[in-house]
Every structure is written in C-alpha cells, then in structure tokens.
C-alpha cells in the first residue's frame, strides 16, 4: 500500500512538473508574440504625445481672437521631422519593450487560469507599465539628448521646447505623464491585446520552433506596418488618432474656421 501511495504521488508531482513546465512554454510564446505590438503601441502613443505637447500652443493662438459662442478652430496634424523622433524614440521602444515583457510575466506567473480574464489583466498592467515607464525615461532620454549636443530645435519641430518641458517641478512629471497619458496607454493596451489574439488564432500552432517563428513574424509584421503607416503613410491615421485623444470632434452645425498649422511653423521637411 505504501508504495502504491508514493507512486501515485510520484506520478502526481511529475504530473504537475509536466503542467507547469508546458505553462512556462506557452508563457514564452506569448511573450514573443505580444513583445513587437507592445513595443509598436508604445511608440505610437509617444508619437501622439509629441504632436499634442506642440499643438498646444498653435491652439492657444487659434483660440486667441474667439469670443464666446465661435465655435472652436480646429488643429490639422503634420507630418513630424523623422530624425527629430527617432532620437526621441529610445524611451519609448524601451518602455514598451519592459511594459510588455512585466505584464506578460506577473500574470502567468501563477498559472493561467481564465485566459480572457487573464488577457484583460495583461492588457491593463501593460497599459500602466508602458505609461509609468514613459514617464520616467523621456526626461533621461532629453536629458542624454542634450549633453550629447543632440537636442530637438525649432528647426526640426516646431514649438520644440514643449517636448523638454517637464514643470517646474521635474521629479512629479512622471506622476502627471502617467495620469494625463493614462488613457492613451488604455487603448494602446486594448489594440495590443486584440492584436495579439488574432495572431494567435490565425496564425497555426505553437507546437513547434517554426510555429512559433511564424507567429513572431506575423506579429512583427503588423507592428513594423503600423509604425510605418504612421510615420510616413497618409496624414488621416495620425489625424484620427489626434482627434480621438486629443481634441474632440468638431460639432457639425459649426465649419471648421482653422487652416491648420500656420505655414511659417511648418518642419522644413514637409
């Protein structure tokens, strides 16, 4: 009887060690398929807040001469300078990079029960992570920026100083980077977990080396059009994304009374 006992327990434990160690796998795999649209995503709200921090002043111009009742101007986005934001980018494709990499790991850590709970919870952890981490990582990147004699001008984007200003108190930026940016890091959370389940779903099985290559590749794929799209594809996808987080939409009774950014702000490369 004793060792019928521990050789179902033996049998129980290798049973166990089995589960977990399948669990770590799919844990991996996971990981490699959100890791490039959670990077993606993180860049893409860091480009919207590039285009919100300079928008702010042209709007407080727009708005100067309007009196009560006019209805509001509207602000038509432009395309950014590319080397200006790439060396803008470090902070963001490292905040994405650790966002996505922590939220994966502190909820399958424990298991994966629940799977649309547990994407859920991804999705907000990731949203937080990726925001917080921005926070913290734009004044050291500006700060590096600007010692290495790299620093964004006017030349390159307009109103450049509104990039590098964090207040008048530096170390509570993070805290108001992450409350303002909150929902942006929200909806990137959002498309990131979508994404991630369609890859999954049509993209086979992760049984193998290849399968799970074919995955990193699909999912690499749409996050290397996305970035693209956005950089350098039509205006409307950076407009719309503006619109959505930014300014609301124009109340239709009212024409908008705005040509844009006024020509003489314009980056030289546009």
């Known amino acids: 009887m004793e060792r019928l006992l521990e050789k179902s327990l033996d049998d129980q434990f290798a049973f166990e060690r089995d589960r977990r160690d399948?669990?770590?796998?799919?844990?991996?795999?996971?990981?490699?398929?959100?890791?490039?649209?959670?990077?993606?995503?993180?860049?893409?709200?860091?480009?919207?807040?590039?285009?919100?921090?300079?928008?702010?002043p042209v709007l407080g111009q727009l708005q100067e001469g309007l009196v009560y009742g006019d209805p509001r101007p509207d602000y038509?986005?432009?395309?950014?300078?590319?080397?200006?934001?790439?060396?803008?980018?470090?902070?963001?494709?490292?905040?994405g990079a650790v966002g996505t990499f922590l939220s994966v790991y502190i909820v399958t850590y424990n298991g994966r029960k629940m799977v649309a709970w547990m994407y859920g919870l991804i999705g907000l952890i990731y949203?937080?992570?990726?925001?917080?981490?921005?926070?913290?990582?734009?004044?050291?990147?500006?700060?590096?920026?600007?010692k290495s004699g790299l620093s964004v001008t006017d030349s390159e984007i307009p109103f450049s100083d509104e990039i590098?200003?964090?207040?008048?108190?530096?170390?509570?930026?993070?805290?108001?980077?992450?409350?303002?940016?909150?929902?942006?890091?929200?909806?990137?959370?959002?498309?990131?977990?979508?994404?991630?389940?369609?890859?999954l779903r049509f993209g086979g099985r992760l049984a193998t080396v290849f399968g799970i290559a074919r995955h990193w590749v699909l999912s690499l794929a749409i996050s290397v059009i996305f970035v693209l799209m956005l950089f350098f594809g039509p205006l409307g996808?950076?407009?719309f994304m503006f619109d959505r987080f930014v300014q609301p939409p124009l109340n239709p009774e009212f024409p908008s009374?705005?040509?844009?950014?006024?020509?003489?702000?314009?980056?030289?490369?546009?």
Do not use: C, K
């Open 22 to 56: 399948a669990q770590i796998l799919l844990n991996r795999r996971l990981l490699w398929v959100m890791f490039p649209l959670g990077t993606a995503f993180a860049v893409a709200a860091y480009y919207l807040d590039i285009s919100t921090r300079i928008a702010i």
């Open 76 to 95: 038509e986005v432009f395309r950014l300078n590319t080397w200006a934001v790439v060396r803008l980018l470090p902070s963001a494709l490292i905040a």
């Open 127 to 146: 949203a937080g992570m990726f925001t917080a981490f921005l926070g913290l990582l734009i004044p050291l990147n500006v700060w590096i920026l600007n």
């Open 164 to 199: 590098t200003s964090f207040g008048d108190v530096v170390f509570m930026f993070p805290y108001a980077y992450t409350a303002t940016g909150m929902e942006r890091g929200l909806w990137a959370g959002v498309a990131v977990i979508v994404l991630s389940t369609l890859v």
């Open 237 to 239: 996808l950076h407009q």
């Open 257 to 270: 009374q705005s040509g844009g950014l006024p020509a003489e702000l314009l980056s030289p490369d546009q």
